[in-house]
């Protein structure tokens, strides 16, 4: 490697992006599973968002057998003209009222039987009553979501002694170069754990991104109990309700160290292994589970309650624009030789219904 003790670089940063990726993966597995993505031009990173029309909702207050009036928790999915089922009765919508969340409806549509309905059942969608000779229906729409984060600036200096480059380092060719892979190591293992346990944060100049923990809220699970596969498909059934598998989508299950434990004693038809002929005991690499095959992901960054179930394909680690990690070789500053590497990423996490979460794991 060459020496960068050269005058013809005092001042001039040096990107440190490729070094960064090959640092120790299992200090860093996050980074490491997407990389960066492309840089962003704004402190606060803005996307936006699509999502369907909810086509469900619950039922709020029970409703007797000749009642035409259902209040409902969310009124999106309903409009004049709908049919709806709950359980084996289908419904048509005459009115809507949105304030208050009600619906009225016409009970027993095409000759279905009328049934007492439970406070809390599935109402559901199912299309819009259509008549041949019918005039255009009026449209609906629902506006793109906007969502963003904050980027956050990492950084850290090196400073070698002018005593400290004259002795002998016993393995340590160059002191600076040696010093400088040390503070790349821990500025990136300050950016993956605020990229899982950051909580968005401004202060005047100060700024911190909002990490996974944070962004999921939708498919949240207190298991209060030991991880198993059952707890796991409950989970990826969420998603899958909510639309996560919709678009495929690279799934993977992070834990840390304790629960990755727990997971190589699961059922062992449920578990895909990797096993030396000589060696005794077994490691889980994957989950078998009715909504695919999700790889394992150790991290120790995580909280040893917790199970993360992610999209890698929806998440991305960005730069802002020219401030990827870099180094800059300040020069000699007294008895002592300096430098700086900084770096300002941010946590691109789309359609957070997408992933899933489980605590309070035992």
Avoid: C
């Amino acid at each position: 490697m060459a020496k960068i003790y050269n005058s013809q670089l005092i001042g001039k940063r040096e990107s440190v992006v490729d070094e960064i990726l090959l640092l120790n993966p299992h200090q860093t597995p996050l980074l490491n599973m997407i990389g960066f993505g492309k840089p962003v031009s704004q402190v606060e990173h803005v996307w936006y968002e699509d999502e369907m029309i909810a086509d469900d909702s619950t039922v709020v207050g029970a409703v007797l057998v000749g009642g035409t009036s259902i209040v409902v928790a969310d009124a999106e999915p309903f409009r004049v003209g709908s049919v709806v089922k709950v359980g084996d009765e289908l419904l048509y919508v005459s009115a809507v009222n949105t304030g208050t969340k009600t619906l009225t409806v016409t009970r027993g549509y095409a000759s279905t039987t009328a049934a007492a309905i439970a406070d809390g059942a599935r109402i559901e969608f199912l299309f819009q009553e259509g008549a041949e000779g019918a005039d255009a229906r009026g449209a609906r729409y629902k506006a793109r979501v906007r969502k963003s984060n904050l980027t956050q600036i990492f950084d850290d200096s090196i400073e070698i002694s002018g005593t400290s480059k004259a002795v002998t380092q016993y393995g340590i060719d160059d002191l600076y170069e040696y010093e400088k892979q040390k503070k790349q190591l821990e500025l990136a293992l300050q950016l993956e754990k605020a990229a899982i346990n950051g909580v968005a944060y401004e202060n005047g100049q100060v700024r911190q991104m909002k990490g996974v923990r944070q962004w999921i809220n939708t498919n949240v699970t207190n298991v209060g109990g030991a991880v198993t596969l059952s707890s796991i498909n409950t989970l990826a059934q969420k998603i899958y309700d909510a639309g996560g598998f919709a678009g495929g989508g690279d799934y993977k299950i992070m834990v840390g160290a304790k629960q990755k434990i727990a997971l190589s004693g699961t059922d062992a038809n449920k578990i895909t292994l990797t096993r030396a002929e000589n060696a005794r005991g077994q490691v889980v690499d994957h989950i078998i589970t009715d909504f695919g095959v999700f790889e394992i992901a150790l991290n120790q960054n995580l909280a040893s309650d917790e199970l993360l179930l992610v999209d890698v394909n929806r998440i991305a680690i960005k730069p802002l624009a020219t401030r990827e990690f870099g180094h800059t070789y300040l020069g000699v500053k007294g008895d002592y030789d300096t430098g700086m590497i900084v770096g300002e990423y941010t946590l691109e996490f789309k359609q957070e219904k997408a992933h899933g979460r489980l605590k309070g794991l035992v």
